[in-house]
């Protein structure tokens, strides 16, 4: 595995690859299972991977959380290489932001202001700026996401329709742990405690899943047993992708329909104890 700290050795790269695809999996590092699966998926493909690591400032828009996100350099490249990934990108803040690399505009819809777009503010202008970049740098023929963030993921197909085209997206299913609660690098923030009492937030999410007509009595169930064990929920919704668009209670008129794509999903963001926490079950 080699590491590589300037965009300009990764033009080597290419000439690395005979008739492999080059599959690049974003990520800000304190890497766990999660992560690999994206690896893992890629590899599945007959891809050669490079994963970056940068934990890219402009998308936190709580100076606390970027001082607390935690960094693992040492032990990620370690889980990365015995993955068997073939390169990683680790650049810092001047490599990713130089003065010649103008930001790009892509048109974001109302999911830049929804959900996560509402509860961060500037967020996905972050996301979008650096991922713009990351593919420019690393060139890639497919990329790897992870569902659990699935506005992100919408965000980034709209970034691949708009400005690359040719790079194919994959939305890697969550990895959950025993529990059922998804896997983030946020999760070492939890206590033993908090761990078990954020594993309802999945079973929240998959029983209003199955609710079709009730589901926003179920909506309001949950929110109440959530809160009582001391969950602080921002939203949990269900929508339609891949705008967002809330359900109507009164007539579950978006039945999703797996064979013209069309998917729904109950969407969840709070925080536990300090600890901000999203999931989603997409059905
Ligand atoms: O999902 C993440 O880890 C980040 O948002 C990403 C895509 C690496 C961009 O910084």
Request: glycine share 6%; hydrophobic share 40%.
């Amino acid at each position: 595995m080699k590491v590589f700290e300037r965009a300009e050795d990764l033009l080597h790269i290419h000439s690395d690859l005979g008739s492999q695809q080059l599959a690049f999996i974003p990520t800000m590092g304190a890497l766990h299972q999660g992560h690999l699966s994206l690896v893992r998926a890629a590899q599945a493909k007959g891809h050669k991977t490079i994963v970056s690591i940068f934990v890219n400032p402009l998308q936190f828009n709580n100076s606390e959380d970027l001082l607390k996100y935690p960094r693992t350099l040492q032990a990620d490249l370690k889980l990365l290489d015995d993955q068997g990934v073939d390169w990683v990108f680790t650049p810092n803040i001047d490599e990713m932001y130089p003065a010649s690399i103008a930001d790009v505009e892509v048109d974001l819809g109302l999911l830049e202001d929804r959900f996560e777009g509402a509860f961060r503010p500037g967020h996905f202008h972050g996301v979008v700026q650096v991922v713009y970049r990351l593919f420019k740098y690393v060139n890639p023929s497919e990329v790897f996401f992870g569902q659990k963030d699935l506005q992100q993921c919408l965000v980034i197909e709209q970034l691949i329709e708009q400005v690359f085209p040719h790079i194919k997206m994959h939305r890697v299913q969550t990895m959950r742990e025993d529990s059922g609660l998804a896997m983030s690098s946020r999760n070492v923030r939890l206590s033993p405690e908090s761990l078990l009492k954020a594993a309802e937030i999945s079973k929240s999410l998959k029983d209003i899943a199955t609710r079709k007509e009730e589901f926003c009595e179920a909506i309001d169930l949950h929110s109440q047993r959530l809160a009582a064990i001391g969950i602080e929920v921002e939203y949990l919704n269900c929508v339609s992708l891949p705008w967002m668009d809330a359900l109507e209670c009164d007539h579950f008129t978006k039945e999703p329909n797996p064979s013209n794509g069309h998917q729904n999903a109950v969407i969840f963001a709070g925080s536990l104890n300090g600890v901000r926490l999203i999931d989603n079950w997409v059905f």
